[in-house]
């Protein structure tokens, strides 16, 4: 039997296994009684049926151990996006669903007794919980356990999103067991005290955490009711901050406001679709998607498109257009390619690296390479690898000089110290890693698009 994974060493009810076939979930004897019970009473089937939750089979136990009860294998996902990685409105509606299945799983005599958002994962468009064994039985008048660890790793997130920046998103990647409550209460404009909900969950927690008053009604033995009623309550406030409170959108006009040719963007899309239907991707991973005008394209000619943008508002635009376009096999992370997200938790293997994960058999990197060159100082022969690190079969790259308005402005304040960035090095340097296929020069600009296929 393979090595328990570093991503559920926590849980004495079960753990993950990695075989040659995806990945299994090992159900302990010590949860028998859960695992027997999520089944009899129906709650797996409504979580099931309400796409709330991944599915599994059941598989032969092949061993002759005495703690393992089951072997699942869950439905796979193939890219696992963390909670750093999310827009404001999927941290809202991982809590939404969240708070939905512990009603749903009161009614069936259980609740869930964890609330980390790691336990949630995004798969075209439903945001699903991934861990089977999450679930306790719940006994009316105990206290939400779960409780605290749910302010300080779901809410206090979320609220900072809303009342200080979608970034905090990404800044919850330093604490991925949450963020302490006083220090949350610290960095929450001072006005949020006289909000009750913010007041009563966070300010009030925080000044009483440790003590016996911390016990608030939350915590000293709701009956079901009443604890149903609190589950409620914070559902409604949560739904009704539908957005951020902060605007710092960057490049959500791109292709509206500073591209200014028609020409160029249609003939930049012509060529694109065309390539694109040439080498039939399998996963496309659309590198600086902006508003995913190119991961839109790409979606309906891939089996699967991730699109990596470091603009969170961006992001935003894209997950808003999934909904409304029905474009299901999109996934999106907010991720800076110049800064991935390294392996996090325990020996660096509970979270995996942001490279690892985002893999794919073509690239698109569209109106990318000047910035990672001329904002972030990356060299051309750096791009190139890691590039070819991330496509096992294609790569589509748009190349922009020096003498383009875009670069001009981005070389206005650091002034010209990027003597090797040059069409020459850019093949130069693309070179030892693919083959070029053929090039395309944009009308009406000075950019040039290039299709190259992996060596």
């Known amino acids: 039997m393979s090595l328990q994974q570093e991503i559920s060493y926590k849980d004495p009810s079960g753990f993950v296994v990695k075989l040659p076939d995806g ?64 827009t404001y409105s999927q941290w809202q509606q991982m809590i939404i669903n969240y708070l939905t299945i512990n009603e749903l799983a009161m009614r069936h005599g259980m609740i869930i007794k964890d609330a980390s958002p790691y336990n949630f994962v995004f798969y075209e468009s439903e945001c699903l919980l991934i861990d089977t064994l999450s679930f306790d039985f719940y006994t009316d008048g105990t206290p939400w356990r779960a409780y605290k660890q749910f302010c300080e ?135 600086g998607a902006n508003t995913g005008k190119f991961s839109f394209i790409a979606s309906g000619l891939s089996k699967r498109v991730y699109a990596l943008e470091d603009d969170v508002y961006s992001v935003e635009k894209i997950q808003q257009s999934i909904i409304e376009n029905q474009c299901y096999n999109i996934t999106t992370l907010v991720a800076d390619i110049t800064n991935p997200s390294p392996g996090l938790g325990w020996d660096n293997k509970e979270k995996q690296p942001l490279l690892q994960r985002v893999k794919g058999d073509t690239l698109l990197a569209l109106a990318l390479i000047h910035h990672l060159c001329f904002s972030k100082n990356v060299p051309l022969p750096f791009i190139a690898k890691t590039f070819a690190d991330l496509t096992s079969r294609f790569a589509i790259v748009e190349f922009v000089p020096k003498s383009d308005p875009r670069s001009q402005q981005l070389l206005q304040n650091k002034g010209d110290i990027f003597a090797g960035y040059n069409e020459e090095k850019f093949v130069e340097a693309f070179t030892p890693h693919f083959k070029l296929v053929t090039t395309h020069h944009i009308k009406n600009s000075s950019r040039k698009l290039f299709l190259w296929k992996k060596l």
Not at 40 to 50: E, P, Q, R, T, V
Request: hydrophobic share 35%; net charge positive.
């Open 23 to 86: 990945f299994y979930r090992m159900v302990s004897y010590s949860y028998k009684k859960e695992y027997d019970h999520l089944f009899s009473s129906g709650l797996y089937d409504a979580l099931i049926n309400k796409h709330l939750m991944v599915s599994h089979v059941e598989t032969p136990v092949n061993t002759k151990s005495d703690t393992c009860y089951k072997k699942l294998f869950p439905q796979q996902i193939d890219l696992i996006t963390y909670p750093f990685e999310w």
């Open 153 to 287: 790793e779901m809410l206090s997130t979320f609220l900072l999103m809303y009342y200080k920046d979608p970034l905090w998103a990404k800044l919850s990647s330093a604490s991925i067991t949450g963020l302490p409550l006083p220090f949350v209460s610290d960095q929450l404009p001072r006005y949020t005290k006289f909000n009750a909900f913010c007041l009563m969950h966070i300010h009030l927690h925080a000044k009483f955490q440790g003590s016996n008053k911390s016990a608030n009604g939350a915590q000293s033995g709701f009956n079901s009711v009443k604890l149903l009623t609190l589950f409620s309550i914070i559902k409604s406030n949560v739904l009704k901050r539908r957005k951020p409170q902060p605007k710092n959108e960057v490049w959500h006009n791109y292709y509206d406001n500073d591209i200014e040719s028609e020409d160029y963007i249609a003939d930049k899309i012509d060529t694109v679709t065309k390539w694109l239907e040439e080498v039939k991707p399998g996963i496309t991973l659309d590198m």
